[in-house]
């Protein structure tokens, strides 16, 4: 008899918390539609509209969120989140709790959101053993310019979402590395150990396909959500390297950063437990091919990813003549924050 009351009783907590749960969203939400306002592109009226770019963040990757409108009413922008799971139980954005729809095995929801920046959800699942809540990082691009006159005369560029591609730079020789400027001062390097440039599928790893991403980041500049699974991250300028190539230290001597250097190593043969305990936030590898062969490289890249350690490739060996070589002294000046000194060394030893 006492068990059963003792099981009631919980059962009444149960039924009051979730009552309470759902007139607090009904009043939330009520709230967010009066109050919430955002900045919006100025051509873009109340209707629906598909996003420019959708990215996001956050949880263990198991699920997979997407969205396919925005609707503009009174110049709020709502976004409709669909979750690939229909164990989700409640959103809070800002502050504000809304409640989703389930449709077969997915919960969507919509929710007030900033265009052009990033967002903040927190978003409940009882997917495991208990209900516990699961912070989100979402990016909606809609209505910004994607790329400035000065990169469309430079030629296509590669699209990632949240960012304004202002330049595409032009080697004078090397053709393994392909360097583009975006506002705030992040740069995107596209390296390619065969040489062989193009588009970069979704469902490839970082290092899986014919050209590497780094997008280097300058100090204090917040990424579009999501942003990591199209680019492996670079924090500028780098403080502490691991070397696994020659022609990496020479350079680094050139550019008069030999202190930067934690620790060196010959390529295929990393003492992966030195390195987490050297605290390095980047690696430089050799992609000379009489060193690694087949997927080696590839390989070892991996296990890079897997500690958190981004690998740049230096494959300056396989360019076709010294001055291709050379200009690679241009992707540490870039990595390390001494452009103007990489400019030097390199205009000093090939002057026309």
Not at 67 to 73: F, L, Q, T, Y
Not at 298 to 311: F, K, M, Q, S
Request: aromatic share 8%; hydrophobic share 35%; proline share 3%.
């Amino acid at each position: 008899m006492k068990n059963g009351k003792i099981l009631a009783f919980g059962l009444f907590c149960m039924l009051a918390v979730n009552s309470c749960i759902r007139l607090q969203a009904a009043e939330n939400r009520k709230d967010t539609e009066t109050e919430a306002v955002t900045v919006i592109p100025d051509d873009l009226e109340d209707g629906v509209y598909e996003p420019d770019g959708f990215s996001w963040s956050g949880g263990t990757g198991r699920v997979e969120i997407t969205c396919d409108s925005v609707e503009i009413r009174d110049g709020q922008p709502w976004a409709t989140l669909v979750f690939d799971s229909s164990s989700y139980g409640y959103a809070r954005v800002e502050g504000a709790v809304y409640e989703p729809e389930h449709e077969g095995e997915t919960s969507v929801f919509v929710i007030p959101v900033r265009l052009n920046q990033n967002i903040e959800i927190t978003a409940m699942t009882t997917k495991m053993s208990q209900a516990h809540e699961i912070t989100y990082n979402v990016f909606i691009s809609l209505g910004a310019d994607v790329q400035s006159s000065g990169a469309e005369q430079a030629g296509e560029t590669p699209e990632i979402t949240g960012l304004n591609c202002i330049e595409a730079v032009q080697n004078e020789a090397a053709e393994y590395f392909r360097i583009y400027r975006y506002e705030q001062g992040v740069e995107l390097l596209e390296i390619s150990p065969e040489g062989v440039f193009g588009e970069i599928s979704e469902e490839e790893s970082l290092y899986g396909g014919n050209a590497i991403r780094y997008l280097i980041v300058p100090e204090g500049v917040e990424l579009p959500g999501g942003i990591q699974k199209c680019a492996v991250i670079v924090q500028k300028p780098a403080e502490r390297v691991y070397l696994a190539s020659e022609t990496a230290v020479q350079w680094m001597d050139r550019l008069e950063l030999s202190d930067r250097i934690a620790g060196c190593g010959a390529a295929g043969e990393t003492d992966y437990k030195s390195l987490v305990t050297m605290q390095c936030d980047l690696a430089v590898l050799s992609g000379d091919t009489s060193f690694l062969e087949g997927d080696a490289l590839r390989e070892e890249l991996e296990y890079y990813e897997v500690l958190g350690i981004p690998a740049v490739v230096d494959c300056s060996a396989e360019e076709k003549d010294e001055k291709a070589r050379d200009e690679w002294v241009k992707v540490y000046g870039m990595l390390f924050g001494c452009e103007a000194e990489a400019e030097q060394i390199y205009g000093g030893n090939h002057e026309n």
